[in-house]
């Protein structure tokens, strides 16, 4: 059974950066696409990116360059960084398997993310 | 980027009842469309994905449908694990997107 499950810090300062881990199981991240997605306070769900079997990314352009996905193939893990966040970063991050790159069939139980001073 | 409209956003109905959540997009997505539910403090579930297609393990009162620009998610027979927040999200282009959500209550 594919399994992920988030992990990271809950509190992020202001201008600092964003790093969360979603770590594998049951399935090889060299297979498929895994992505990121994030769910707002009031209950907004944006899509932020993937990184695909071969280690390709696709962002959303609304994080232009703040953001990069990146994986340790030897540890079925990959990872979130987001830089320079602000409260508009406060979020619960979500992380998944993207089936064929569209979809999101599997999902991490979610971290809570707080950006505050 | 293609804006996903969802209605209505609060929903309450009765054990045994039928449930119809709707999903507008702003332009055609090609059947390029799943839902999702979500129960409080949990993950969110893949329900139907190709506008119509059944996830696996998903009971088949549920159901999906739709073309073009409208897409429709229905419940029938509606049970009380079905309590839950439910939203849509289009693949069919960059950037996805989703919908409001929906809020499911019990009458």
């Known amino acids: 059974e594919v399994q992920l499950q988030e992990s990271g810090p809950g509190l992020v300062k202001p201008s600092q950066s964003l790093s969360l881990t979603c770590s594998v199981t049951g399935y090889s991240i060299t297979s498929n696409y895994w992505g990121w997605i994030r769910k707002f306070p009031g209950n907004k769900m944006e899509w932020m990116g993937y990184i695909s079997y071969s280690g390709s990314t696709s962002y959303n352009p609304s994080l232009k360059s703040r953001i990069s996905i990146t994986r340790d193939t030897s540890k079925n893990q990959f990872f979130l960084q987001l830089n320079s966040v602000t409260t508009e970063d406060t979020a619960t991050y979500y992380c998944a398997r993207v089936k064929l790159g569209a979809y999101f069939d599997y999902w991490g139980q979610g971290v809570m993310v707080t950006v505050s001073s | 980027d293609i804006q996903m409209t969802q209605s209505p956003a609060s929903l309450s109905a009765s054990l045994g009842e039928t449930v119809t959540i709707e999903c507008r997009a702003s332009?055609?997505?090609?059947?390029?469309l799943a839902w999702y539910q979500q129960k409080p403090g949990k993950s969110p579930q893949l329900l139907i994905y190709?506008?119509?297609s059944l996830h696996t393990g998903v009971p088949s009162r549920f159901s999906g449908s739709g073309s073009g620009t409208q897409y429709s998610l229905k419940i029938n027979s509606l049970q009380s694990e079905d309590v839950a927040s439910y939203f849509c999200q289009q693949y069919y282009d960059y950037p996805y997107t989703f919908g409001a959500g929906t809020k499911l209550e019990l009458k």
């Open positions: 190709n506008a119509n």
């Open positions: 332009e055609d997505i090609y059947n390029g």
